[in-house]
């Protein structure tokens, strides 16, 4: 009885994750008047990205593969424009459309792809509520009636701020759904990341053993780990030079870990904020670390030269795989923390004026 029990538990969640297993997954497409030799998709196997391709011939075309487990993909062709991210599953796709109106093709075949558009629709209809109102603030504004602005700037408000609990409703939803995993990790932040551990802890246990379920348990652990008041991670990691840089050694100052990219327009723009407070408070105490998420050295180093940053730079030159940035679940830049004398967080995300005043307080 117990043996049947755990056969019906395993049937009935595989079940909800695709219509038809099989050993790999068969992609057939057909795009009525795409006019391309070649058609490409992005996926991930065994850990790593794989871009394989496929002949196109009348608009038709076929992928064959295996994924270690239903994840997004990119199907894409730089010539006819083509982007579509989905979910691609080991089972027997369709992906249909026409090339005159590539936002509207169609993918059956997967239960997993199912929930994913399910939960689409609910975020753009959302959006577009939000446009909506905020179309309809801005004309207010221009013909003077303040108080319809206002008015109309508060639903878009409202409606923009309920995306987040779209997903996290869609997740206590769809327990056993794979797409759960990656709107939780959308939906979990730092702010209301023991909110998340507890969504996360009535997942299915089957869906909280794939390699996506580990990686957001490690995320929200972590997440848990970097707050205020808690001991600041320790690690080590190559400056510009190769020599291994430790955060151990800023032990006895202020050190602000910032997390930043050269590619990154947000933390470029922070930049002289920081060269400014940095020059006033480095003979107090205050000091900067940055971990840069670049994973071009020549890049990074140009960006460091150009924003005439003198305080210590790391990288392992890993982009979002940095493990720093891993280790203290870093999915946005720019992002940092404020580290006392004794190793503790004393704060997070403190940028312009709140970084500023901060500093104000501390060593004025």
């Known amino acids: 009885m117990k043996q049947l ?16 297993k099989q050993e790999g997954f068969t992609l057939q497409g057909n795009i009525n008047g795409l006019d391309v030799p070649y058609i490409y998709m992005k996926y991930t196997l065994n850990g ?15 992928f064959k593969g295996t994924v270690d487990e239903p994840g997004m993909v ?35 075949g997967s239960a997993v792809q199912d929930d994913y558009e399910a939960l689409e629709a609910q975020i753009m209809k959302n959006r577009e509520q939000a446009i909506s109102f905020y179309e309809k603030s801005v004309k ?3 013909e003077g009636d303040s108080a319809m602005m206002k008015e109309y700037e508060a639903r878009f408000e409202e409606f923009y701020n309920k995306e987040p ?16 995993i990656n709107e939780l990790l959308n939906y979990a932040n730092p702010v209301n990341y023991a909110e998340a551990r507890e969504i996360f802890a009535g997942l299915h246990a089957d869906l909280k053993a794939t390699t996506k379920g580990k990686e957001l348990e490690t995320y929200l652990t972590n997440l848990g780990l970097a707050q205020p008041g808690k001991p600041a991670l320790e690690f080590s990691q190559q400056d510009t030079a190769g020599t291994a840089v430790s955060l151990a050694s800023y032990k006895g100052k202020y050190v602000l870990l910032e997390f930043w990219a ?25 000091d900067i670390l940055g971990v840069s998420l670049d994973d071009n050295r020549e890049r ?44 503790n967080i004393v704060a997070r995300d403190l940028r312009g004026e709140a970084l500023n005043e901060k500093l104000a307080t501390l060593f004025e």
Not at 7 to 19: D, H, R
Not at 48 to 58: K, P, Y
Request: charge should be negative.
């Open 5 to 20: 029990l755990v056969i019906l538990s395993v049937t009935l969640f595989f079940g909800c994750q695709s219509q038809q």
């Open 48 to 62: 790593e990205e794989q871009n394989d391709s496929s002949a196109v011939a009348e608009g038709s075309f076929t």
């Open 74 to 108: 990119l199907l894409y062709s730089p010539e006819a424009r083509l982007q579509k991210v989905f979910y691609l599953d080991n089972t027997s796709m369709r992906l249909e459309g026409s090339a005159d109106s590539l936002e509207r093709i169609n993918i059956s």
């Open 140 to 142: 207010a504004g221009e």
């Open 165 to 180: 609990e779209i997903r996290k409703q869609f997740v206590l939803a769809h327990p056993n759904s794979i797409v759960s």
């Open 262 to 286: 050269s590619w990154c327009g947000p933390c470029r723009h922070e930049n002289p904020n920081l060269r400014s407070e940095y020059q006033k408070y480095k003979d107090s105490g205050f």
């Open 300 to 343: 990074w180093l140009k960006a460091i030269e150009k924003d005439s940053l003198g305080w210590m730079q790391v990288s392992d030159l890993k982009g979002w795989n940095n493990e720093v940035a891993k280790q203290y679940s870093i999915r946005a830049i720019p992002a940092n923390f404020l580290i006392d004398p004794d190793g």
